[in-house]
């Protein structure tokens, strides 16, 4: 199997001016031991990676645009061949921004709607006039033509909202739709008990079964929950369907559902390797080693890669090559990443 790098986040800055409620990385506007890296530092990690692939690369944060060199570090992305994108709240997108993203040759902003209406997403993201600002930045993108994705996250406060922020996304003329499950890593931990629960989480994912049969013109994709892989296939079967479903070719790319360590990773700030953005076991780190040597030759990589080292239901499953279970969900909720994903309710052999 080839698990050559497809696409990397990478966290430019752990500052950010939202204070989130599932926030990965606990960020804040200043976020004491975890200092922005230099710009001849950024364009050597560019060069490291050029020299082994040509990754996607997902300039994150943090908010990347708190960094005043965002856009020189995108450059010279861009003058390497390198497919560069962004992956911003949108509070602080301007005409100008739009116009620099479009000079740095930016292929892809990615912003994040947890709620249709106002009330639902400061909520979220706990600042009042979040969703404002980023509606005004999907109305900069649309007037300057920037492609966009949306990202939506689901706890038990704003599931409800799924249908919704759908129909929304559909009228904002986004390019796709994720649907992200919450994995409670960073501050994350603090509403355990706000985590769509084991019961109620298949349910969400039947409904986005249902909502993509019937979508042609927008990509959408359910995020840190693999088992929707299987799920496509138990349902595909029983209602004797053979259609191909653009999430399940688009996720996978031959592989699995979760893609942590196999086709994707995260960089942090520090210069971690992570094998996803909600996974914060470092595989190396590229300031000690270099991003070839990590990809193929970290243990943790490898392991995540051996689906028969896998443990329990995900190691019994006849699923496990197209789900295999959310290794970092595993992790953050067993302390083991080989564990069987916690939130699944499937039991193999039925």
Same mark, same amino acid.
């Given at each position: 199997?080839?698990?050559?790098?497809?696409?990397?986040?990478?966290?430019?800055?752990?500052?950010?001016?939202?204070?989130?409620?599932?926030?990965?990385?606990?960020?804040?506007?200043?976020?004491?031991?975890?200092?922005? /890296?230099?710009?001849?530092?950024? =364009?050597?990690?560019?060069?490291?990676?050029?020299?082994?692939?040509?990754?996607?690369?997902?300039?994150?944060?943090?908010?990347?645009?708190?960094?005043?060199?965002?856009?020189?570090?995108?450059?010279?992305?861009?003058?390497?061949?390198?497919?560069?994108?962004?992956?911003?709240?949108?509070?602080?997108?301007?005409?100008?921004? &739009?116009? =620099?993203?479009?000079?740095?040759?930016?292929?892809?902003?990615?912003?994040?709607?947890?709620?249709?209406?106002?009330?639902?997403?400061?909520? /979220?993201?706990?600042?009042?006039?979040?969703?404002?600002?980023?509606?005004?930045?999907?109305?900069?993108?649309?007037?300057?033509?920037?492609?966009?994705?949306?990202?939506?996250?689901?706890?038990?406060?704003?599931?409800?909202?799924?249908?919704?922020?759908?129909?929304?996304?559909?009228?904002?003329?986004?390019?796709?739709?994720?649907?992200?499950?919450?994995?409670?890593?960073?501050?994350?931990?603090?509403?355990?008990?706000?985590?769509?629960?084991?019961?109620?989480?298949?349910?969400?994912?039947?409904?986005?079964?249902?909502?993509?049969?019937?979508?042609?013109?927008?990509?959408?994709?359910?995020? &840190?929950?693999?088992?929707?892989?299987?799920?496509?296939?138990?349902?595909?079967?029983?209602?004797?369907?053979?259609?191909?479903?653009?999430?399940?070719?688009?996720?996978?790319?031959?592989?699995?559902?979760?893609?942590?360590?196999?086709?994707? &990773?995260?960089?942090?700030?520090?210069?971690?390797?992570?094998?996803?953005?909600?996974?914060?076991?470092?595989?190396?780190?590229?300031?000690?080693?270099? /991003?070839?040597?990590?990809?193929?030759?970290?243990?943790?990589?490898?392991?995540?890669?051996?689906?028969?080292?896998?443990?329990?239901?995900?190691?019994?499953?006849?699923?496990?090559?197209?789900?295999?279970?959310?290794?970092?969900?595993?992790?953050?909720?067993?302390?083991?990443?080989?564990?069987?994903?916690?939130?699944?309710?499937?039991?193999?052999?039925?």
């Amino acid at each position: 199997m080839d698990f050559e790098p497809k696409w990397i986040a990478w966290e430019i800055t752990r500052r950010c001016n939202l204070k989130c409620v599932h926030c990965r990385s606990s960020s804040e506007l200043e976020v004491a031991g975890h200092p922005d /890296f230099s710009l001849a530092e950024a =364009k050597r990690v560019l060069d490291d990676i050029h020299s082994y692939g040509d990754p996607v690369m997902v300039l994150s944060g943090g908010e990347p645009l708190l960094r005043s060199d965002v856009f020189d570090i995108a450059a010279y992305g861009t003058s390497l061949g390198m497919r560069m994108c962004l992956a911003t709240n949108g509070t602080l997108v301007t005409e100008e921004t &739009c116009r =620099k993203i479009k000079e740095a040759g930016i292929k892809m902003v990615s912003l994040s709607l947890d709620g249709a209406s106002a009330e639902v997403h400061d909520n /979220f993201r706990n600042q009042p006039g979040a969703f404002a600002g980023t509606m005004n930045a999907i109305r900069l993108f649309n007037e300057h033509a920037i492609p966009f994705l949306i990202n939506s996250s689901f706890t038990k406060r704003n599931k409800e909202e799924a249908p919704k922020i759908y129909r929304l996304v559909k009228e904002l003329n986004a390019t796709a739709w994720y649907l992200f499950m919450i994995v409670p890593t960073g501050r994350g931990e603090e509403i355990m008990d706000e985590l769509i629960p084991e019961s109620e989480y298949e349910d969400i994912l039947n409904w986005h079964y249902d909502m993509e049969k019937e979508e042609h013109d927008l990509l959408v994709r359910p995020t &840190c929950a693999p088992q929707y892989y299987r799920i496509v296939l138990q349902r595909s079967k029983e209602e004797g369907e053979r259609f191909k479903r653009r999430s399940l070719k688009f996720s996978t790319g031959g592989s699995k559902g979760c893609l942590a360590g196999q086709l994707i &990773c995260l960089i942090d700030v520090d210069g971690n390797v992570l094998p996803c953005s909600y996974f914060p076991k470092s595989a190396g780190n590229i300031r000690e080693q270099s /991003f070839k040597d990590i990809w193929e030759n970290s243990q943790l990589f490898l392991e995540l890669r051996d689906f028969k080292g896998y443990k329990d239901n995900c190691g019994r499953c006849e699923y496990v090559n197209v789900c295999g279970g959310c290794r970092a969900r595993a992790y953050a909720m067993t302390g083991d990443y080989l564990a069987q994903e916690p939130f699944c309710s499937y039991r193999p052999g039925t």
